[in-house]
T-cell receptor, first 115, second 113 residues
């Protein structure tokens, strides 16, 4: 039990649609990161938010965007879905200040299938 | 692009056997973490190693960080079915204003009774 919850746990979309995934971090965790884990792969860094601002981004196109809210919740939005977007999307929070690599507390993920 | 190579990709053993999995990179990381991920769940941190040559023990698990801070190994003694899962290594990089983890593809371990 990491104290990080994600919703929905599973969802199916079709190509071209848009999706919003939600995450609730542990209270006091100011940093939230999102990762994409394709089948048989390790998680890949999408972006990171610290105190409601994006402060780091991996190699993902602009149609991947996010928001972080003052109540320790956050969202990952993906527009114009493609088949390759099918993956497990993981939210991870940490108590540390941005720039300090510490333990990440992962949620159980949202499994997205794009048909 | 920093890459972490994990080996083997898949390991199937009997209860009671010992095993070692490896994590190698051409890059230096500020720290290296090992996670275990079970089906349908997110990764859970097992250990963080920071200093070159560091050895950490967690019950039957022994973690070692290479002297050059580019590689690491995980040794499990007397494996049990409860050890079954995907073992991921992740290298931490601190950039200007933020930090990221680069994950390997993982080693899938299956321990049969």
């Amino acid at each position: 039990e990491t104290g990080v919850t994600q919703s929905p746990t599973h969802l199916i979309k079709t190509r071209g649609q848009q999706v919003t995934l939600r995450c609730s971090s542990q209270s006091g965790h100011n940093t939230v990161s999102w990762y994409q884990q394709a089948l048989g792969q390790g998680p890949q860094f999408i972006f990171q938010y610290y105190r409601e601002e994006e402060n780091g981004r991996g190699n993902f196109p602009p149609r991947f965007s996010g928001l972080q809210f003052p109540n320790y919740s956050s969202e990952l939005n993906v527009n114009a879905l493609e088949l390759d977007d099918s993956a497990l999307y993981l939210c991870a929070s940490s108590p540390g200040l941005a720039g300090v690599a510490g333990e990440l507390f992962f949620g159980e993920g949202s499994r997205l299938t794009v048909l | 692009t920093q890459l972490l190579e994990q080996s083997p990709q898949f390991l199937s053993i009997q209860e009671g056997e010992n095993l070692t999995v490896y994590c190698n990179s051409s890059s230096v990381f500020s720290s290296l973490q090992w996670y275990r991920q079970e089906p349908g769940e997110g990764p859970v941190l097992l250990v963080t190693v920071v200093t070159g040559g560091e050895v950490k023990k967690l019950k039957r698990l022994t973690f070692q960080f290479g002297d050059a801070r580019k590689d690491s190994s995980l040794h499990i003694t007397a494996a049990q079915p409860g050890d079954t899962g995907l073992y991921l290594c992740a290298g931490a990089t601190v950039n200007s204003g933020y930090s990221t983890l680069t994950f390997g593809k993982g080693t899938m371990l299956l321990v049969s009774p």
